[in-house]
Nanobody
Framework: QVQLVESGGGLVQAGGSLRLSCAVS????????SGWFRQAPGQEREFVAGMVRSGSNTYYADSVKGRFIISRDNAKNTVYLQMNSLKPEDTAVYSC????????????????WGQGTQVTVSS
């Protein structure tokens, strides 16, 4: 049984930074492609960032490119999302996801999901 648990969300002022963590248990994170998604109230879940299973490539939504960084620590079995230069429009519940396929999917068709963590950016 693979479980994902996010942490690190909170309230931050515009221009600030947060680092989200996604701790994976049950199997090595290197067995999965991973992704971060977010969902704001009344909106659909959207892709934010992803990393292929090998860890060699990363992908970002245009709205966060240059501000967010996805990374992975295989020793800690944890995926991170470093969020810099945050904007009020980044406010959402952020969820991490994992899938045994090798590539990143920008649609929310992942096998495993965390419960989500709230990020609120004040103006």
């Amino acid at each position: 049984q693979v479980q994902l648990v996010e942490s690190g969300g909170g309230l931050v002022q515009a221009g600030g930074s947060l680092r989200l963590s996604c701790a994976v248990s049950g199997r090595s994170i290197s067995s999965y492609a991973s992704g971060w998604f977010r969902q704001a109230p009344g909106q659909e879940r959207e892709f934010v960032a992803g990393m292929v299973r090998s860890g060699s490539n990363t992908y970002y939504a245009d709205s966060v490119k240059g501000r967010f960084i996805i990374s992975r620590d295989n020793a800690k079995n944890t995926v991170y999302l470093q969020m810099n230069s945050l904007k009020p429009e980044d406010t959402a519940v952020y969820s991490c996801a994992a899938d045994p396929r090798a590539w990143v999917k920008t649609t929310p068709q992942y096998d495993y999901w965390g419960q989500g963590t709230q990020v609120t950016v004040s103006s």
